[in-house]
Nanobody
């Protein structure tokens, strides 16, 4: 069992940076692929980024590649999402998720645990 709690969301202007954090509980955190997803009003939940068990391998949606960076610290049971050069289209509720799998996945249904979400609003 893994419980996830996100923090760090807020209202920012376009072009600035924001860092989201996700704190996890549970002894098996290091054996989960960790992902970040987002969901804007009226839209489906979409993949943003994922990190492999040890964090060596990371994966990004094309829309955030080069602007967002996912990182994890298995000693602290945390996974962060550094978001730079934010755009209004990045506005969404951001969710941290854990998948009990070795291979990364972009499919929300394959993630086993979810946080409650944190709102990110980017104004133009």
């Amino acid at each position: 069992q893994v419980q996830l709690v996100e923090s760090g969301g807020g209202l920012v202007q376009a072009g600035v940076s924001l860092r989201l954090s996700c704190a996890a509980s549970g002894r098996t955190f290091s054996r989960h692929v960790m992902g970040w997803f987002r969901q804007a009003p009226g839209k489906e939940r979409e993949f943003v980024a994922a990190a492999s068990w040890g964090g060596r391998y990371t994966y990004y949606a094309d829309s955030v590649k080069g602007r967002f960076t996912i990182s994890r610290d298995n000693a602290k049971n945390t996974v962060d999402l550094q978001m730079n050069s934010l755009k209004p289209e990045d506005t969404a509720v951001y969710y941290c998720a854990a998948a009990n799998t070795y291979s990364y996945t972009t499919t929300p249904a394959l993630y086993d645990y979810w946080g409650q979400g944190t709102q990110v609003t980017v104004s133009s």
